[in-house]
């Protein structure tokens, strides 16, 4: 079963224990309902927006649909063990981010620590959700969108923001880039 297809399985148990239908969940989060079908029905791989949004519907944290098993502390994740994880899903910007968790198996966790790749793409869509983002640049260069400012930030640089504040993140050239992000959602 490949991430897209576990992610949505597990979405639509707990979204089916709570015993709200899709459209319901929609209703609850925002998201779209067709959305929401792909996702489930592992066609579609979904944003960490998106993944925040029905995390908060379902009253879970985001980590809990991508947990595949319990791991003591200190985790560790070396850089030549880091595996694609949430591979991006077909379609839009999104695709365009592939997403390395640096927690996975640490099931008590309350922030998602990600190092991502991101493709060079010319979409620029904004999203939000409750929480906060702390960013790193490794390298190239990163365009942030925060509300209606524009930045460029290179490597070394960070930038720690308020998700609830439309954003986006992407690149600033025609090369690729390189980030750690780590994302807070309460729950």
């Known amino acids: 079963m490949n991430s ?10 707990y979204r089916e224990r709570l015993g709200l239908s899709p459209e319901e ?11 929401i079908n792909h996702i489930e029905s592992g066609k579609e791989y979904p944003g ?3 993944m925040v949004k029905l995390a908060r519907a379902l009253g879970q944290r ?8 319990f791991e003591d502390d200190p985790l ?5 063990e880091r595996k694609e994880e949430t591979a991006a899903y ?13 927690a996975k198996n640490k099931s008590d966790r309350h922030m998602e620590p990600f190092y991502i790749v991101i493709d060079p793409n010319q979409e620029k869509k904004l999203s939000s959700h409750e929480g906060e983002e702390f960013i790193i640049v490794v390298s190239g260069e990163v365009e942030l969108i925060y509300g209606k400012e524009r930045q460029v930030l290179k490597a070394g640089d960070s ?3 308020n998700s609830i504040v439309p954003h986006h993140i992407g690149t600033a050239g025609s090369e690729k ?11």
């Not at 897209?4 to 148990?13: H, P």
């Not at 560790?76 to 030549?80: A, F, P, T």
């Open 177 to 187: 880039a390189q980030i750690y992000a780590m994302v807070y959602t309460p729950i």
């Open 76 to 80: 560790i994740v070396r850089s030549s």
């Open 159 to 161: 930038v720690y923001y």
């Open 90 to 102: 077909q379609g839009g910007a999104v695709g365009h981010y592939h997403y390395y968790s640096l």
């Open 62 to 69: 985001l980590g809990t649909f991508m947990d595949d098993q």
């Open 25 to 35: 969940l929609a209703k609850n989060s925002g998201v779209d309902v067709a959305l």
């Open 48 to 50: 960490i927006g998106v």
């Open 4 to 13: 897209s297809a576990i992610i949505g399985t597990r979405i639509k148990n």
